[in-house]
């Protein structure tokens, strides 16, 4: 599963850190951007590219109820942390996450993190910039990915190459977990086109054998047993 896009807003500084700093702990979370200005929080939102708005409620001149209110439509999630538990109701009628009340420890912070992430649309494609354009390819069309230093090579079912920079770790927090698999430190296969697998090596559909490393067998191992 890609990772949770958060921008956060509040008016006090002390709370954007800490929220900050909790979203910062938390696997698969990315703080896309953190404002002590509200309304610099929602142009931020209203841009894109945002999956979750941490508000707080009483805030000057655009307040966390009016952003969520403006959020109605889209597909981006609201959790409000605030001080104040009079607007719990108001909170759950925009269809807020989750409402916490400060202080709000890590603990349940992270809990309804792990929500937001759960609500995320499964991906079906994945963009990659090769040979100065943009390519988006459908996942299901991916059965390998090669590791190359700051570089991946992505092989294609149809037997096209795409070479891009990104790296093989930064890519691997991007692909759903139930349909990639990790099985080297250099290679990134899709379960889908596995077709035989001797401990050592794994043969794909089509483009042959790959090496599969000490660490990461057993989670293949399990992966195999469940199919």
Do not use: N, W
Request: charged share 25%.
């Amino acid at each position: 599963m890609r990772a949770l896009r958060v921008v956060i807003a509040d008016d006090e500084p002390l709370a954007v850190r800490l929220l900050r700093s909790y979203c910062e702990r938390t696997p698969g979370v990315e703080v896309a951007g953190a404002y002590t200005d509200p309304a610099r929080a929602m142009t931020h939102i209203e841009a894109g590219g945002v999956d979750l708005a941490v508000l707080d409620i009483q805030m000057p001149g655009l307040t966390g109820m009016d952003i969520a209110r403006r959020l109605a439509d889209s597909a981006v999630q609201v959790i409000f942390v605030t001080a104040y538990a009079d607007y719990a109701v108001d909170g759950f009628r925009v269809h807020a996450l989750d409402y916490l009340l400060k202080p709000v420890s890590y603990e349940d912070f992270s809990a309804a993190l792990e929500r937001a992430r759960r609500a995320l649309p499964a991906p079906t494609h994945i963009t990659v910039t090769a040979d100065y354009r943009r390519h988006r390819i459908p996942l299901g069309d991916i059965a390998l990915i090669s590791g190359l230093g700051d570089y991946v090579k992505i092989h294609l079912t149809d037997g096209r190459r795409i070479l891009t920079q990104i790296s093989i770790k930064q890519l691997s927090a991007t692909l759903p977990p139930d349909s990639f698999i990790r099985v080297h430190r250099s290679h990134i296969v899709g379960t889908a086109h596995i077709e035989s697998y001797d401990r050592a090596t794994l043969t794909l559909r089509g483009l042959g054998s790959v090496r599969v490393g000490d660490t990461y067998r057993p989670a293949l191992d399990a992966l195999l047993d469940r199919h």
